[in-house]
């Protein structure tokens, strides 16, 4: 070994073989030694763990399950008295009411719809999602147009009833619109033939909507006041989401724009909604709109809370995208100019893949906060999952103790499986976009 | 060597309309005066090797070549299109005008091939079979047509700028830009670009080339151009520069530079 040292002149013959590490590290008993006894005050800490878990887990297994009520009709099965033993939490309750916790007050004989809703709100996602699914350009086409759409008709019964004066006017502005995309064409000097085909097929996608909207399927009228449960609370949250994510990246490159009045009017709005807490926004949305619009003009009482959050979570997005348009090297939106991509090329093909995937934690993070806000509906009157137990747990029919607790103990397996899952999902979609690509 | 020498010669024709023309060109970073009245005019076919000091403002006279900076005064002609504020003409002008970078810039979620695709398909509309087979006959140029499927991470440094350059030409650009091309590769990598940079040049490519390769510059370039605080202070061919350099900064940098 000294050899290199004692003399000035060395010359290496042979390779020296890689050797497998030493086998002190390995096994299971140097793992605990290394992970939860490495010193005096982890030892201790460790066991100080161990005591909590055991004050902690063996009651909350009691409660959930072993002295749990799984059957039962009324308030009789979930009363120690009554019961003759002690009593954990009643999944009777949640099991007789589940109907409820699901639909709300949906007319009984339409809930097949809101069945249609959650399978095709399930077949979207799995769609979207799953990545190696086949043509997902499609799918983007059925989720963001054809499912909402047809959701709509679904679940209010569609025949909105416009009238023959409105569609009229749709023409009018149609053409006014088409005529407006060739002016604004032949203004920036690019194709005034595309773009007016740009401003058609804007209006024939927006046309095709409120045509199935209008249209009489003989589906009954269920209005929104019946709604509710889980429902509502994926209705908020999908929509929410799928709002927040494509306005919030505009408003991004929005407040990154070097023209003043785009820019100005991203900081403010961003700036405003996110100074302003959700609650405030919903009481806003639900009072102070309909003070804004027209006499005759009403929006919807869930409509608004919806615009309301679907306006909160794009702020929010929009600074976590900003966060990921900043980490992008100024080296790729030169390589891409040099290319000769125009900016929505640059921004569609380069930056914003690489932009969003480096800040996926952050829109996850986003998402979920957004999922558990959308129990803050309630506020304004609208029966989300959270008020449908709020509303159950006080029935004389199902008094007992452990009531309330089984009800939000529902509530909390509910919105975690949701989080959870998203927060795993993410975390699979970064170790796949990760692979083979590192910097 | 001397046959390709005449040929190239031969390929200049001195009376047409320049490739590059910079005319009294001034540019200033804020109140800091980068560019100061460059005049330059290249002709088509001709390999022009720029050297000078960091911060001299070599790169920033390429980069204002496509407007990935703008200049402040003067007139920048490319191929008969003047660069002014319109970006009708600045993206014709990037159509025909190659970059390649110090630091390849390729997009590093995008496969080599993808790579060398996306602007053909996007920009010149190509049809994307097409655009590959493109894409492969300037990959087995460089020579790694091997790496098509590979992600731009997964290869050494000399092979991104060998794709990097493989990417431009799939534009089939008329002018190639070169911003301090091996400046960032290892030494051992410094030659194959090197290499696939004399093999372009050979073919009669117009390029502009800011390097510190005095080799390259010698075997190459037509004209070699000496820049200092922002102008353009000796241009003369490579010959007579390296032999007689006439200006006192020039014999200082090359004293500095050759060893």
């Not at chain 1, 569609?348 to 957004?370: K, S, Y």
């Not at chain 2, 159509?95 to 390649?100: F, N, S």
């Not at chain 2, 040049?201 to 080799?215: F, K, Q």
Request: aromatic share 12%; charged share 15%.
């Amino acid at each position: 070994m000294s050899t290199a040292i004692d003399t000035s002149r060395f010359v290496q013959h042979n390779q020296i073989e890689a050797l497998p590490p030493p086998n002190l590290a390995r096994g299971p008993i140097a793992w605990v030694r290394e992970n939860l006894f490495s010193s005096p005050l982890n030892g201790l800490l460790t066991i100080f763990v161990f005591y909590l878990l055991y004050v902690i887990v063996p009651p909350i297994i009691d409660f959930l399950f072993i002295n749990a009520v799984w059957t039962g009709t009324d308030r009789d099965a979930c009363r120690a008295e009554t019961a003759g033993h002690r009593i954990g939490a009643c999944w009777a309750f949640v099991i007789d009411k589940i109907n409820y916790f699901t639909y709300g007050s949906y007319t009984i004989s339409e809930r097949w719809r809101v069945n249609i809703f959650f399978l095709m709100l399930a077949v979207g996602v799995t769609w979207l999602l799953w990545l190696r699914a086949p043509r997902r350009d499609l799918g983007a086409l059925y989720f963001f147009w054809l499912f909402p759409t047809f959701s709509y008709v679904l679940l209010t019964g569609g025949n909105m009833d416009l009238g023959g004066g409105f569609w009229v006017g749709f023409v009018v502005v149609s053409a006014l619109f088409i005529g407006a995309f060739a002016a604004m064409a032949y203004l920036l000097k690019v194709s005034v033939k595309s773009g007016a085909a740009i401003g058609a097929g804007i209006i024939a996608v927006i046309g095709i909507t409120l045509a199935l909207m209008d249209f009489d399927f003989g589906l009954d009228h269920v209005p929104t006041s019946l709604w509710g449960g889980v429902l509502v609370t994926l209705l908020v949250a999908t929509v929410g989401i799928v709002f927040s994510l494509p306005f919030g990246i505009l408003l991004a490159l929005g407040r990154r724009s070097k023209l003043p009045i785009v820019q100005l009017a991203s900081v403010i709005f961003i700036e405003f909604v996110r100074g302003v807490p959700l609650i405030t926004v919903l009481i806003m949305a639900n009072t102070m709109l309909p003070l804004f619009l027209p006499a005759e003009m009403t929006v919807d009482r869930l409509a608004r809370p919806l615009i309301g959050v679907a306006f909160f979570a794009s702020a929010y997005m929009a600074e976590v995208v900003r966060g990921g348009l900043q980490a992008m090297p100024k080296g790729q939106y030169e390589g891409a100019m040099s290319l000769g991509l125009n900016y929505p090329q640059m921004m569609v093909f380069i930056i914003l893949p690489q932009a969003l995937r480096i800040v996926i934690p952050g829109i996850v993070n986003t998402f979920i906060g957004l999922f558990k806000d959308t129990s803050l509906v309630s506020i304004v009157g609208i029966f989300d999952l959270i008020r449908t137990i709020e509303a159950s747990r006080i029935d004389p029919n199902w008094a007992a103790p452990t009531i309330s607790y089984t009800g939000y103990a529902f509530a909390a397996f509910f919105y975690f499986v949701f989080c959870f899952g998203m927060s795993r999902y993410s975390l699979g979609v970064e170790r796949r976009l990760a692979a083979g690509q590192n910097r | 060597m001397a046959t390709t020498l005449t040929s190239r010669q031969a390929a200049i024709d001195p009376t047409a309309q320049p490739a590059i023309e910079l005319v009294d060109v001034h540019k200033w970073y804020g109140e800091f005066h980068v560019l100061r009245d460059i005049n330059l005019s290249v002709q088509r076919g001709e390999r022009i090797v720029v050297c000078g000091p960091s911060g001299s403002g070599k790169s920033t006279m390429i980069r204002c070549i496509n407007r990935l900076e703008e200049h402040q005064k003067g007139r920048i002609i490319v191929d008969g299109t003047e660069l002014t504020n319109d970006l009708k003409r600045i993206d014709e002008v990037r159509r025909e005008v190659g970059m390649v970078f110090q630091h390849f810039n390729l997009f590093p979620h995008l496969t080599i091939l993808e790579n060398c695709t996306l602007a053909p398909i996007w920009v010149k509309k190509m049809p994307k079979r097409e655009a590959e087979e493109v894409a492969m006959k300037y990959l087995t140029r460089v020579k790694i047509p091997e790496q098509a499927n590979k992600f731009p991470g997964q290869l050494s440094g000399g092979q991104q700028q060998r794709v990097a350059i493989a990417r431009s030409l799939c534009m089939s650009p008329k002018i190639m830009l070169f911003d301090e091309p091996t400046s960032a590769l290892d030494p051992e990598m410094v030659k194959e670009v090197l290499d696939t940079m004399v093999s372009l040049a050979d073919e009669g490519m117009t390029m502009i080339c800011v390097t510190h390769e005095m080799g390259f510059a010698r075997q190459v370039a037509d004209r070699v151009i000496f820049m200092d605080y922002g102008q353009i202070v000796e241009m003369n061919t490579p010959d007579a520069f390296f032999k007689n350099p006439q200006h006192e900064r020039t014999r200082l940098f090359l004293s500095q530079i050759l060893h």
